[in-house]
């Protein structure tokens, strides 16, 4: 597995919210629907309020 490094935004209660998260993940498909599925979970967020900027391998 692969280390990634997933840069972005998220609607926060007080405007967009910037966000940086290391996972790993098989491929780069696998790691933005981890990031979009923990933030669902965690933050109560829907998909469209996700933004991913930026997924690097590490």
Same mark, same amino acid.
């Given at each position: 597995?692969?280390? +990634? !490094? @997933? $840069?972005?935004? +998220?609607? /926060? $209660?007080? /405007?967009?919210?910037? +966000? !940086? =998260?290391?996972?790993? &993940? *098989?491929?780069?498909?696998?790691?933005?629907? #981890?990031?979009?599925?923990? +933030? /669902?979970?965690? #933050?109560?967020? =829907? $998909? !469209?309020?996700?933004? @991913?900027?930026? *997924?690097? &391998? &590490?």
């Amino acid at each position: 597995m692969s280390q +990634f !490094t @997933i $840069r972005g935004q +998220f609607d /926060g $209660r007080e /405007g967009p919210r910037s +966000f !940086t =998260k290391e996972i790993e &993940a *098989v491929n780069e498909a696998v790691a933005r629907e #981890h990031i979009l599925s923990q +933030f /669902g979970s965690e #933050h109560g967020l =829907k $998909r !469209t309020q996700i933004s @991913i900027d930026e *997924v690097v &391998a &590490a």
